[in-house]
Structures are given as C-alpha cells and as structure tokens.
C-alpha cells in the first residue's frame, strides 16, 4: 500500500507563498508519476503540476506555470510544492497523489491520494 500524507497549507495573504510538502511511503516510487492536484468549493479537481520520480521531468498547468515549482528530495521520499505570488483564486484544497499510468493531467490516471491540505489566499 502507499501512503500519502500532505502538510503546509494555511492562510497567506496574495502575491506570498506557501510550500506543500507529501511524505510518500509503502512502495517504491522508481516508475511513478507523481502530481498535485487541487480542488475549490462547488468545483472539480484540477491538475496543478507532476513530476516524474526518476527522471525528474516535470509538468505544469497554465494557471500556475512560472508561479509554482514540482520537486522532490533526493531520497525521494518527500514531494514538494513551492507556491509563489499565490492569488485568491489559488484557493482549494491542495492533494499530492500516485499516477500508475495514463494521462497525468487527469486525476483518474491516479490510483493513491492523500488526505488534502487547505490553501487559503486572501485578498
């Protein structure tokens, strides 16, 4: 089994930044996809970013290319998401997830997920 377990959201006022980190564990990660997601009240989830776990190729949506940045530590282990210039429209619940094929942008492409985290920015 894997385990997903995400940390780092809170409040932060636009144009700051947050990092989210997801602590992996239960399975090697060698050949996985793994991305963030992220979905608002009354809305569906959306793709954020993705990276592969070995090769480090990394993928953005369009809304947060330039702001956001998809990296992991060297023991891969830790998946990260640096948010910076954060909008109120950045707001959502943020979640790390496993990919075990497909396309990457969608979330059914993801077969473990962790709990969430909040992300607020205010205006």
């Known amino acids: 089994q894997v385990q997903l377990v995400e940390s780092g959201g809170g409040l932060v006022q636009a144009g700051g930044s947050l990092r989210l980190s997801c602590a992996a564990s239960g399975r090697a990660f060698s050949y996985y996809v793994m991305g963030w997601f992220r979905q608002a009240p009354g809305k569906e989830r959306e793709f954020v970013a993705a990276?592969?776990?070995?090769?480090?190729?990394?993928f953005y949506a369009d809304s947060v290319k330039g702001r956001f940045t998809i990296s992991s530590d060297n023991a891969k282990t830790t998946l990260y998401l640096q948010m910076n210039s954060l909008k109120p429209e950045d707001t959502a619940v943020y979640s790390c997830?496993?990919?075990?094929?497909?396309?990457?942008?969608?979330?059914?492409?993801?077969?473990?997920w962790g709990q969430g985290t909040q992300v607020t920015v205010s205006s």
């Open positions: 990276i592969t776990w070995s090769g480090g190729s990394s």
């Open positions: 997830a496993v990919s075990i094929g497909g396309n990457y942008r969608h979330p059914r492409a993801y077969a473990y």
